[in-house]
Nanobody
Framework: EVQLVESGGGLVQPGGSLRLSCAAS????????MSWYRQAPGKERELVAG????????NYADSVKGRFTISRDNAKNTVYLQMNSLKPEDTAVYYC????????????WGQGTQVTVSS
């Protein structure tokens, strides 16, 4: 069974940093791209960052470019999201996504971890 477990969220002041982790199991982690999404109150879920299977290429939403870094450790079956210079508008539930296929049936999600940026 595919399992994705996020951790590392919490309350942080503006300008602070957090590192989110997503531990994956149930599939050949190193063979697939991974991504992070977030959903703020009253808004749709949006793609934050993505990374290819070996970590050679990444992409980011314009709103987080230069502040967030996605990375992965295939030996640990873990994908990370380093979040620096956090802003209140970054407040959201962050979800790890394993896009194992194009259709909904092949999309897998973690339970989410709350990130709150407030003074």
């Amino acid at each position: 069974e595919v399992q994705l477990v996020e951790s590392g969220g919490g309350l942080v002041q503006p300008g602070g940093s957090l590192r989110l982790s997503c531990a994956a199991s149930g599939f050949t982690f190193s063979s697939y791209a991974m991504s992070w999404y977030r959903q703020a109150p009253g808004k749709e879920r949006e793609l934050v960052a993505g990374i290819t299977s070996v970590g050679g290429s990444t992409n980011y939403a314009d709103s987080v470019k230069g502040r967030f870094t996605i990375s992965r450790d295939n030996a640990k079956n873990t994908v990370y999201l380093q979040m620096n210079s956090l802003k209140p508008e970054d407040t959201a539930v962050y979800y790890c996504n394993a896009p194992l296929g194009v259709t909904v049936a092949w999309q897998y999600w973690g339970q989410g971890t709350q990130v709150t940026v407030s003074s």
